[in-house]
T-cell receptor, first 117, second 111 residues
Framework: EPEVTQTPSHQVTQMGQEVILRCVPISNHLYFYWYRQILGQKVEFLVSFYNNEISEKSEIFDDQFSVERPDGSNFTLKIRSTKLEDSAMYFC???????????????FGQGTRLTVV | DAKTTQPNSMESNEEEPVHLPCNHSTISGTDYIHWYRQLPSQGPEYVIHGLTSNVNNRMASLAIAEDRKSSTLILHRATLRDAAVYYCILTSGGGADGLTFGKGTHLIIQP
């Protein structure tokens, strides 16, 4: 069964450092997303990406965050200068059709646990 | 997106049916009802979705009230592997891209 894969599974970084979280979405999917989940809290939408540009972003997704699809398979989330409060589980997701506008199934990866120290 | 209300937790026995309720009294005519679940230490996983009619798939059934102000996710025969947080989420045709997760219902399965 096709799946979304994320690397690394766990990343520890020092405050102020840049981190890049990587995702390989399902190959024929067109819509890509990042979510985060702070320990013990809700899953929160960060950003959606379609046709090589950001489709929508939440208030959380400020100038410190950026996304990129550098080639035909990878989808990355970059945090420019990490803060302690960026510590969370980050989930990548992909769907064949857009979430929220058309009923569609989103496939989530297993997540990257980011710890900022 | 319209808001949903779910119980914080529910407990059931293994191999028995489980009915997980969700209230969405402000649902609009174009809102779809989605259910996702999150097993411990994993990403969310799609379960089922519907608009007006009841739906069945290999994982579960979705029963939607006639006025669409509530719905129930039915696990016909719960296993220990079904222990997870279950999220009821509405998606609207004119709404945001992202799924809005609430706190969900923490389902505990007793052996």
């Amino acid at each position: 069964e096709p799946e979304v894969t994320q690397t690394p599974s766990h990343q520890v970084t020092q405050m102020g450092q840049e981190v890049i979280l990587r995702c390989v979405p399902i190959s024929n999917h067109l819509y890509f997303y990042w979510y985060r989940q702070i320990l013990g809290q809700k899953v929160e939408f960060l950003v959606s990406f379609y046709n090589n540009e950001i489709s929508e972003k939440s208030e959380i997704f400020d100038d410190q965050f950026s996304v990129e699809r550098p080639d035909g398979s990878n989808f990355t989330l970059k945090i420019r200068s990490t803060k302690l409060e960026d510590s969370a589980m980050y989930f990548c997701a992909s769907s064949a059709r857009r979430q929220g506008r058309v009923n569609t199934e989103a496939f989530f990866g297993q997540g990257t646990r980011l710890t900022v120290v | 997106d319209a808001k949903t209300t779910q119980p914080n937790s529910m407990e059931s026995n293994e191999e028995e049916p489980v009915h997980l309720p969700c209230n969405h009294s402000t649902i609009s005519g174009t809102d779809y009802i989605h259910w996702y679940r999150q097993l411990p230490s994993q990403g969310p996983e799609y379960v089922i979705h519907g608009l007006t009619s009841n739906v069945n798939n290999r994982m579960a059934s979705l029963a939607i009230a006639e006025d669409r102000k509530s719905s129930t996710l039915i696990l016909h025969r719960a296993t220990l592997r079904d222990a997870a947080v279950y999220y009821c989420i509405l998606t609207s045709g004119g709404g945001a891209d992202g799924l809005t997760f609430g706190k969900g219902t923490h389902l505990i399965i007793q052996p």
